[in-house]
């Protein structure tokens, strides 16, 4: 079952991979902010997969200073977080004008939590775990549209 399934998800990468590639945004630069290792790695290694260039924060602090340095073209927000949540990194980003235009995509285990997301200055939230066909073409609408798109 575990193989078919590994089967399954590497086709699923192929073709999302051939969409993304096509797109005008392969190669665009995502910050992941997640303190968990395992799931930071997951990311940042799928999101390579597809053609992204990846860096990442191990918490809030280090994700607003990294936003700030690399000016991501897209920021993954965990809100909970040491050090500094995401909520609160995301409010410090969103006052500083070169970040106003950044897309910043939560990403939260919390049931309930858009008004919270949303209210904090982040544009859109993907729930744990990640569907990730859903989560990369998530990321693409966000990466083609800019802030202009909402959903």
Same mark, same amino acid.
């Given at each position: 079952?575990? &193989?078919?399934?590994?089967?399954?998800?590497?086709?699923?990468?192929?073709?999302?991979? #051939?969409?993304?590639?096509?797109? #005008?945004? #392969?190669?665009?630069?995502?910050?992941?902010?997640?303190?968990?290792?395992?799931?930071?790695? =997951? /990311?940042? +290694?799928? /999101?390579?997969?597809?053609?992204?260039?990846? @860096?990442?924060? +191990?918490?809030?602090?280090?994700?607003?200073?990294?936003?700030? @340095?690399?000016?991501?073209?897209?920021?993954?927000?965990?809100? %909970? %977080?040491?050090?500094?949540? &995401?909520?609160? =990194?995301?409010? %410090?980003?969103?006052?500083?004008?070169? %970040?106003?235009?950044?897309?910043?995509? =939560?990403?939260?285990?919390?049931? &309930?939590?858009?008004?919270?997301? /949303?209210? =904090?200055?982040?544009?859109?939230?993907?729930?744990?775990?990640?569907?990730?066909?859903?989560? /990369? @073409?998530?990321? @693409?609408?966000?990466?083609? +549209? &800019?802030?202009?798109?909402?959903?």
């Amino acid at each position: 079952m575990g &193989g078919s399934r590994g089967a399954r998800a590497i086709r699923e990468i192929r073709n999302i991979r #051939s969409v993304v590639n096509g797109s #005008s945004r #392969s190669g665009s630069v995502i910050l992941v902010a997640e303190d968990h290792l395992d799931s930071r790695d =997951a /990311l940042k +290694t799928l /999101l390579e997969a597809v053609g992204y260039r990846v @860096e990442v924060a +191990t918490d809030g602090r280090q994700a607003v200073t990294k936003a700030v @340095e690399k000016h991501p073209a897209l920021i993954l927000m965990d809100m %909970m %977080m040491p050090e500094m949540d &995401g909520f609160e =990194a995301t409010r %410090m980003l969103r006052r500083r004008a070169d %970040m106003k235009d950044v897309p910043i995509v =939560a990403l939260t285990a919390l049931d &309930g939590a858009r008004e919270n997301v /949303l209210a =904090a200055g982040c544009d859109d939230y993907v729930t744990k775990p990640i569907d990730m066909p859903a989560f /990369l @073409e998530k990321l @693409e609408r966000w990466l083609s +549209t &800019g802030r202009r798109h909402s959903f």
